[in-house]
Structures are given as structure tokens and as C-alpha cells.
């Protein structure tokens, strides 16, 4: 069973960074390719990052490209997201989400079949 807990979002000002964390009560955490995604009031949910089993795989959207990055650790059964150069056009709810195979499949969010609650980031300009 895969329970997902985001934490680390808040409100930072434009230019500045914050780290997000996931973490997952189970222990089949190693398992699953991982992501997180965002969602903008009025917007659909979008891809932001993801990362392969193991952290030797990542991929980016185009937006966040070279300011975010994505990374894990297996022991602790969480994944982090690192934001820097924030914009306010990163303003979001972020979610972190498990595609239950060791591999990305894709980008999209029917790939990801457990979700975390989600965590508010607020950039102000």
C-alpha cells in the first residue's frame, strides 16, 4: 500500500527556492517510478518532473527544465523536489504521485495510480 505525504511547501518570493518532500508509509517504496505534478486554480494538473526507480532516470517538463530537480532516497522512502529561481507562474498546488512500475512510462497523469494530498506553493512577485 502506497501512502504518499507532501510537506515543504509555503510562500517564497519570486527568485527564491524551496524543497519539497514526499514521503511513503509503505515498504514497496523502492519499487515505483516516482513524480510530482502541479495544479493552478482554474488549470489542469501538469507534469512537472519524475524519476526512475533507482534515480538514474529523470525527466522534465520544459518549463521547470534547469531550475527544478528531482531526486530520491530509497532508505528513506521519499522523494524530493528542489525549486530554485522560482517564478510566480510556479504558484501551485504540488503533488507527488507512484506509478506503480520501476520505470517512467509516461507523463501523463493516468500513468500515476497513488497520489499525495498535495502542498500549497505560493510565489509572490
Known amino acids: 500500500q502506497v501512502q504518499l505525504v507532501e510537506s515543504g511547501g509555503g510562500l517564497v518570493q519570486a527568485g527564491g527556492s524551496l524543497r519539497l518532500s514526499c514521503a511513503d508509509s509503505?515498504?514497496?517504496?523502492?519499487?515505483?517510478?516516482m513524480g510530482w505534478f502541479r495544479q493552478a486554480p482554474g488549470k489542469e494538473r501538469e507534469f512537472v518532473t519524475a524519476?526512475?526507480?533507482?534515480?538514474?532516470?529523470?525527466y522534465y517538463a520544459d518549463s521547470v527544465k534547469g531550475r527544478f530537480t528531482i531526486s530520491r532516497d530509497n532508505a528513506k522512502s521519499t522523494v524530493y523536489l528542489q525549486m530554485n529561481s522560482l517564478k510566480a507562474e510556479d504558484t501551485a498546488v504540488y503533488y507527488c504521485?507512484?506509478?506503480?512500475?520501476?520505470?517512467?512510462?509516461?507523463?501523463?497523469?493516468?500513468?500515476?495510480?497513488?497520489w499525495g494530498q498535495g502542498t500549497q506553493v505560493t510565489v509572490s512577485s
Open positions: 504521485a507512484a506509478d506503480p512500475f520501476p520505470e517512467v512510462r509516461g507523463t501523463e497523469p493516468g500513468f500515476f495510480a497513488s
Open positions: 509503505g515498504r514497496t517504496f523502492r519499487r515505483y517510478a
Open positions: 524519476i526512475n526507480w533507482n534515480g538514474g532516470s529523470t
